[in-house]
């Protein structure tokens, strides 16, 4: 065997090792990548949902004002009754006590819809915290991602050990999202 031939095989040995030792970094980019993408998901998921159920809120809005128009209606047509005379006491009580009615019916109705939209909005609230969890995670992750590769360009496992620090906040970010109430 040569000097040469000995030489590079040393060299070729050191490079394999030195690509070995990189594997754990590779790994984790790997990892990290799937978990961006994972986290990405959730969060648009979230977003929609969001979206619908202010969707639903504002409809929900829009029937309470609804029935609060039609319930004003009924009042001012019952304020109306009082003061017009009809051709018969009877016929004006009988239309007066209808009108009470539906006044009674619609004022229950009412607060049951305005309960239900706020519930609706408190809803959205909620999603909307969570994704903004998730929208935090996404992006911890992808600076984890960016520093973890920076690795391999250097070669210094601070970069390694700082991108961990990045994701494990992303990560945490993610979790915690399923813990708001």
């Known amino acids: 065997m040569e000097a040469g031939e000995a030489q590079?095989?040393?060299?070729?040995?050191?490079?394999?090792?030195?690509?070995?030792?990189?594997?754990?970094?590779a790994f984790t980019m790997s990892v990290l990548a799937v978990?961006?993408?994972?986290?990405?998901?959730?969060?648009?998921?979230?977003h929609t949902e969001a979206v619908l159920?202010?969707?639903?809120?504002?409809?929900?809005?829009?029937?309470?004002?609804?029935?609060?128009?039609?319930?004003n209606e009924?009042?001012?047509a019952s304020d109306l009754l009082g003061v017009v005379s009809l051709g018969s006491k009877d016929d004006a009580k009988k239309l007066a006590r209808t009108y009470a009615d539906h006044e009674k019916k619609w004022d229950s109705e009412l607060k049951d819809e305005q309960d239900q939209a706020d519930a609706m909005e408190a809803r959205v609230g909620?999603?909307?915290?969570?994704?903004?969890?998730f929208d935090l995670a996404e992006a911890m992750l992808e600076i984890g991602l960016v520093v973890t590769?920076?690795?391999?360009?250097?070669?210094?496992?601070?970069?390694?050990?700082?991108?961990l620090v990045f994701s494990a906040a992303g990560v945490a970010s993610a979790v915690s999202a399923y813990f708001l109430r």
Do not use: C, M
């Open 8 to 25: 590079e095989l040393q060299e070729h040995a050191e490079h394999g090792a030195h690509e070995a030792s990189l594997r754990p970094v």
């Open 35 to 46: 978990l961006v993408a994972v986290t990405t998901v959730l969060g648009h998921r979230t």
């Open 53 to 71: 159920d202010q969707n639903k809120a504002t409809d929900l809005w829009n029937f309470y004002q609804a029935h609060k128009i039609r319930a």
């Open 74 to 76: 009924t009042q001012l």
């Open 126 to 133: 909620q999603f909307e915290a969570r994704a903004d969890r």
């Open 149 to 163: 590769s920076v690795t391999l360009l250097t070669k210094s496992r601070l970069y390694w050990i700082l991108g």
